[in-house]
C-alpha cells in the first residue's frame, strides 16, 4: 500500500493519470460523447443543472455519470488509503460564489481547463487563447495569494457530512437510470422533472455504465495523484515545482496522439465542435475561471475529487457550479458555437470585479 | 512544543500550505522549525517543497489526525 501511495505521489502519478484521460477523453468522443467534450467537467455540470430542471435549454440536459464517478471513484480511494476526512468551514458561502463565477467564465468560453486542453489537443486553436486567459487568471489569484489571500482553515467535521455529497451523486444515477416523467405539458406528454436533451450536446453521451466507469478510474487516479489541471499551472509558477504539470503535458500529448489516430484531429479555428471563434472573450472568459479556481484551490476536477475525500467546502464549490450552470443559461451568459450570448462579456466583468474583491479582502481571522 | 518556528498550516487549501512552509523557510535560512499540517496531500506537498530546497524532512503522525513535519537545515 505504502509503495502504491508513495508511486503516486511521485512525478509519476499526475502523468499517469494525464496518460489515462489523454487516451480515454477521446475514445469517450467516438462513443459518443461531444467533439473535444470526452470531459468537461464545467459542460458536464451545466448538462446536469439542465437534466434537473435548473435551466431549459433544451440541447444541453443530460445527467452525466463522469461527474458521478470522479466523485464516487476518489471516494473509493479516499477510503482504501485513509484519507477520507469530513472538513469544512472555509468560507463555504465565498466558495458558492467562486463556484458560479468560475462556470460563468468557463461557460463564456464553453469549457473547463480539461476541456481547453483537450480542445487543443483536437486541433481547436480557439482554446489557444482559452489557455492564456486561464494562465493569466492563475497569475492574477497567485499575486492574491502572496499578499496574504486566504478562504481561511477548515475544522475536522461529522463523519456524515463527508457522505453527502457522494449520496447526492447516487441519487443521480438512481435519477439518470429511473429517469422519472410524473410531469405532463399542456398537451399532456410527459414531462420533467428529469429533462434529457433529444438532440445537440445533451443528446450526445457514451454508454451510462462505460462512462461510469471510466469517470470512476480517473476519479481513483486523481484522488491518488493529486491531478488538477489549474494547480499545474499555479504550483509552477507559484512554487517552481512542475509535478501537476507533468500531468497536464501528458493529456495534451496523449490525447493529441489518440485524436491523431482516431481520426479525431481537424486544425483551425472555424466550425470547431461546441466552440466559438470570439478570442477576446475566449481569452477574458478563462480568464475569469482561472483566477476563481485559483482562489478556490484547484480545477473543478480537483473540487470534485476534494467533495468525495469528504471536503465539505469543495462540495459547497461543486453546488456553486451546477446552480451557475443553470443561471448562465436562464440568463443568456453562456455562449453557443454561434458566438458569445447577450450578457456574457459584462458577466465576465462583473465576475473579474467580484473576484478581485474577494482576493484583496479576505484574509485568515487573527484567534 | 519548543520555541523554534511552526507554520500551523492546518486546515487551509492549496498551495497555502508549501507556499507558507517555503516562505518561512527562506527567512529562516537554516535551523530548525516544524510544519503542522492535515491532509496528506499537504503533507506530501511541504515534503517535497522542503526536500526541493534542501531541507531534512521527518514526518510525524500527531494523536488527533494531523501531521508534524520536523524541517532540519
Redo the contacts between chains.
Keep these: 500500500m505504502t509503495s502504491i501511495s508513495r508511486f503516486f505521489s511521485s512525478r509519476w502519478g499526475p502523468i499517469i493519470t494525464g496518460i489515462f484521460v489523454g487516451v480515454i477523453a477521446p475514445v469517450l468522443v467516438t462513443l459518443g460523447n461531444p467533439g473535444n467534450m470526452g470531459i468537461c467537467v464545467v459542460c458536464f455540470s451545466r448538462d446536469i443543472a439542465g437534466a434537473l430542471g435548473l435551466h431549459q435549454a433544451s440541447v444541453v440536459q443530460y445527467i452525466r455519470p463522469e461527474i458521478i464517478g470522479f466523485v464516487l471513484g476518489a471516494l473509493i480511494a479516499a477510503l482504501i488509503f485513509r484519507e477520507f476526512k469530513p472538513r469544512t468551514g472555509s468560507a463555504p458561502l465565498v466558495r458558492f460564489l467562486l463556484g458560479m463565477f468560475a462556470v460563468f467564465g468557463a461557460l463564456v468560453f464553453l469549457g473547463c481547463p480539461w476541456r481547453a486542453y483537450l480542445r487543443l489537443a483536437g486541433g481547436d486553436w480557439n482554446a489557444i487563447f482559452g489557455i492564456i486567459g486561464l494562465i493569466v487568471g492563475i497569475g492574477i489569484g497567485i499575486g492574491f495569494l502572496r499578499m496574504g489571500f486566504s478562504l481561511g482553515r477548515s475544522r475536522p467535521g461529522p463523519k456524515a457530512l463527508g457522505w453527502v455529497m457522494p449520496a447526492i451523486m447516487v441519487v443521480l444515477l438512481i435519477l439518470l437510470i429511473v429517469a422519472p416523467q410524473f410531469g405532463r405539458d399542456a398537451s399532456g406528454n410527459p414531462v420533467g422533472p428529469i429533462f434529457f436533451s433529444a438532440k445537440g450536446p445533451g443528446s450526445q453521451h457514451a454508454p451510462i455504465i462505460i462512462a461510469l466507469v471510466i469517470g470512476l478510474v480517473i476519479g481513483f487516479l486523481a484522488q491518488r495523484s493529486r491531478f488538477c489541471t489549474v494547480g499545474a499551472i499555479r504550483d509552477t509558477i507559484l512554487l517552481r515545482d512542475a509535478r501537476l504539470l507533468y500531468g497536464v503535458l501528458a493529456l495534451i500529448v496523449v490525447a493529441f496522439i489518440t485524436n491523431f489516430a482516431l481520426g479525431q484531429f481537424h486544425p483551425g479555428f472555424a466550425d470547431q465542435p461546441v466552440a466559438h471563434t470570439d478570442s477576446l472573450w475566449n481569452f477574458a472568459g478563462m480568464a475569469l475561471a482561472g483566477l476563481a479556481f485559483t482562489l478556490a484551490g484547484g480545477c473543478p476536477g480537483r473540487q470534485l475529487f476534494l467533495s468525495g475525500e469528504g471536503d465539505g467546502d469543495a462540495a459547497v464549490f461543486v453546488s456553486g457550479m451546477i446552480v451557475g450552470a443553470g443561471i448562465a443559461h436562464v440568463y443568456t451568459i453562456a455562449s453557443s458555437p454561434s458566438g458569445v450570448a447577450a450578457f456574457g462579456p459584462i458577466t465576465v466583468i462583473v465576475g473579474l470585479v467580484v473576484c478581485i474583491v474577494i482576493g484583496l479582502t479576505m484574509r485568515e481571522a487573527k484567534a | 512544543m519548543s520555541d523554534i518556528t511552526t507554520v500551523d498550516a492546518?486546515?487551509?487549501?492549496?498551495?497555502?500550505p508549501?507556499?507558507l512552509a517555503?516562505q518561512a523557510m527562506k527567512k529562516l535560512g537554516k535551523g530548525e522549525m516544524e510544519v503542522l499540517v492535515?491532509?496528506?496531500?499537504a503533507r506530501?506537498?511541504v515534503s517535497?517543497?522542503a526536500k526541493?530546497a534542501g531541507w531534512d524532512v521527518t514526518v510525524e503522525e500527531q494523536p488527533g489526525?494531523y501531521y508534524r513535519i520536523a524541517l532540519k537545515k
Design positions: 492546518r486546515g487551509l487549501s492549496c498551495p497555502q508549501p507556499m517555503l492535515d491532509t496528506v496531500a506530501e506537498n517535497r517543497a526541493g489526525g
